[in-house]
């Protein structure tokens, strides 16, 4: 589902850093939280916080516009 959404619709593009990243790797690069984590120096439960705030931002992005499969 992810990367249909990624590929058709340009709403991950026009995420903000660290929201992106955290994305990306974890859906795309199929990392664990603890690596996001170490990556940016940060806590697991910020690499948890961030990456549902950017299910969060694109779902909010979604609504409303149309996005064709």
């Not at 660290?18 to 910020?46: A, C, D, M, N």
Request: aromatic residues 18%; contains cysteine; proline residues 3%.
């Amino acid at each position: 589902m992810y990367c249909q959404i990624y590929f058709r619709c340009p709403f991950i593009h026009f995420l903000d850093e660290p929201y992106k990243e955290v994305l990306s790797l974890r859906v795309f690069g199929e990392s664990s939280f603890l690596q996001i984590s170490e990556l940016f120096g940060k806590t697991e439960s910020w690499a948890i916080v961030t990456f549902h705030r950017a299910k969060i931002k694109i779902k909010e992005s979604l609504k409303g516009a149309l996005c064709y499969y």
